[in-house]
């Protein structure tokens, strides 16, 4: 399998970067490829200009080429905090650039954009993990928790992928070693739930 | 009354751009002062770099800017089509950068930030203006309009604001001349209802 890890912090000594670390490790155990894209450090430019809204606009180079990866993956892995109930405004931009009409999405012939688009997405499973300071009891209940909407409603099921899952890690700021370990542990155990170790893999010698 | 008005659309002879303009036309009428950004014009940097995460961290003189003008504000309006059940992402730049600890939001001594914050935004009303291509009962009841409890819920409840109001008009890319001229009234109303004319202003005259 082919995946792609998209994660998106500020700090390159975050819990996230170690949630990311700890995907890739299990990936490369199971035997699969990857494309990996820390937006930060790339310094991915998030801004959706007006000229590349229709579905036939020519695109920088470094779009395409996310355009290419995320719709040849077989699986898509995103690592972000919960910032205001959304993803980082960098992590935003790359939904609004790279998941494109004709390469996301396409719409029937003759609907200018207001009916049902059809998922182009090929991957078979997308999953999130999130970091949090918000205990989920009031990500549920004060906040309803819209990442489960925007992630799961409106941007996977719409592009077609038929398996979602995502994991809240919270709460960073009072969590202790051992509560941090246990999650590395749980994000080993997703990826290889969705992504398992392929038959003359490293992890099945 | 001074009320800020913040836009985010790339194009800049959008329907989003009508809604600033008639939202400024009814609040100049009605007397208020105002500040006004086009974040797209003023090619607003969304990215929250990780230096700017402390509450006391030094800030650009642009984010001061903004953070003094929200801060101050008697009133918001913010106007931006739904991309993906979520602003653009150079508006969740915005709120990311300018919704800082200690201009929109406190913790009490002693919270490292697991806490409940405490809002600090003076507004009395937050007004949200979306333009969509998806019609409402798809929106409702397929995505869940992860917008609502964006902007209510986790952003303006969050930071102390009593009252909002949040107008959704779609389906943008169908619509007739008659159908926008009158989503332009509906604006104007919705002004007026929030900050009404005060005594002495044009309006009253």
């Not at 790339?42 to 590349?52: G, I, Q, V």
């Not at 995320?70 to 960098?90: E, F, L, Y």
């Not at 990500?139 to 489960?148: R, T």
């Not at 899952?165 to 009072?174: A, D």
Request: glycine share 6%; with cysteine; net charge neutral.
């Amino acid at each position: 399998m082919n995946i792609s890890i998209i994660l998106a912090h500020p700090d390159n000594q975050s819990f996230n970067h170690a949630i990311a670390k700890a995907a890739i490790t299990r990936i490369q155990k199971n035997g699969h490829r990857f494309n990996y894209h820390d937006l930060y450090a790339e310094k991915f430019d998030s801004l959706l200009p007006s000229h590349e809204i229709p579905a036939n606009a020519l695109l920088p180079r470094e779009i395409k080429t996310h355009c290419d990866e995320i719709g040849s993956a077989d699986g898509i892995v995103i690592i972000h905090p919960n910032w205001w109930g959304q993803p980082p405004a960098i992590l935003k931009g790359w939904v609004d650039r790279v998941m494109r009409p004709g390469v996301a999405y396409k719409f029937l012939e003759g609907d200018q954009g207001e009916g049902i688009p059809i998922g182009l997405l090929k991957a078979k499973a997308a999953i999130i993990f999130n970091t949090a300071n918000t205990p989920s009891i009031r990500e549920n209940e004060v906040f309803g928790d819209p990442l489960q909407r925007i992630w799961k409603n409106c941007v996977f099921d719409l592009c077609g992928i038929p398996a979602f899952h995502r994991e809240m890690f919270s709460v960073i700021v009072t969590s202790t070693y051992e509560m941090r370990l246990s999650w590395l542990r749980k994000v080993g155990n997703v990826i290889s739930q969705y992504f398992p170790a392929e038959r003359g893999s490293s992890c099945s010698r």
